[in-house]
């Protein structure tokens, strides 16, 4: 791994007890790389979609 310019993302969660420790391998997302070069009004906000697509 590049340390001055990494590729990937090292999170940390703690709690009192544990530490979770994982590589984010899959960069940038999408919406940053420039995947959607034309975007409209979507019929369901993201957070809530995945709200839904969790309770199935």
Partial sequence: ???R?????IHTFLTRDHAIIYLDTSG???FK???R?????A????NLAAGILLLA
């Fill in 37 to 41: 070069e034309e975007t409209g009004e």
């Fill in 28 to 30: 940038e997302p999408l």
């Fill in 43 to 46: 019929p369901l906000r993201e």
């Fill in 1 to 3: 791994m590049d340390t």
């Fill in 5 to 9: 310019q990494p590729d990937m993302r």
């Fill in 33 to 35: 790389r420039g995947w």
